[in-house]
């Protein structure tokens, strides 16, 4: 499994449906061309104020509006949710907006898997075996289910 991280959240422009013109902004572009490269998408968001981050909210409006082949309609999605503390309102605010977008939430590759900075090496790595292994399942099961999706 091939894995790219997008980078670019803090570029993003605040989502404004009128500027949903070609030429969209070169972020909004990188982020729609990542989604519609990608075979899934996995998503990791903390919880603030209960719910999700309003510029991880932000992201996710800039996805609605694709309409481009392989874009978020459809695609299969997970997350995984890396905070000790979970993120339970977290997620269910993003499964109502990928819901709205349409996304295939593939469920048994959702995990929490509580992660500590005790648990994070200098190179910011995980270290903790088992919180590895829980996320290597985690994606086991969304490449399981590409895999059968085919």
């Known amino acids: 499994m091939d894995t790219t991280l ?4 803090a570029a993003l422009p605040h989502f404004n449906p009128d500027d949903e013109v070609e030429p969209l ?16 998408v996995v998503f990791s968001t903390p919880e603030y104020a209960g719910a ?3 510029s991880f909210k932000n992201l996710l409006d800039w996805t609605i509006g694709d309409d481009r082949p392989d874009s978020i309609y459809n695609k299969p999605v997970t997350w995984i949710n890396a ?6 309102l977290a997620h269910d605010s993003l499964r109502a907006v990928l819901g709205y977008a349409h996304a295939e ?15 994070i ?3 910011g790595l995980i ?8 996320i290597c399942s985690s ?9 059968t999706r085919v």
Request: charged share 20%.
């Open 25 to 40: 902004h070169p972020a909004v572009d990188s982020l729609r061309q990542a989604i519609r490269a990608a075979g899934a």
């Open 105 to 119: 939430v593939v469920e048994q590759a959702c995990a929490h898997v509580p992660v500590t900075s005790a648990m």
């Open 121 to 123: 090496g200098d190179d």
């Open 6 to 9: 997008f980078d670019g959240l």
């Open 83 to 88: 905070s000790p503390r979970g993120a339970v």
């Open 127 to 134: 270290t903790d075996a088992p919180a590895r292994e829980r």
């Open 52 to 54: 999700m981050p309003g």
């Open 139 to 147: 994606m086991a099961a969304l490449l399981g289910h590409l895999t």
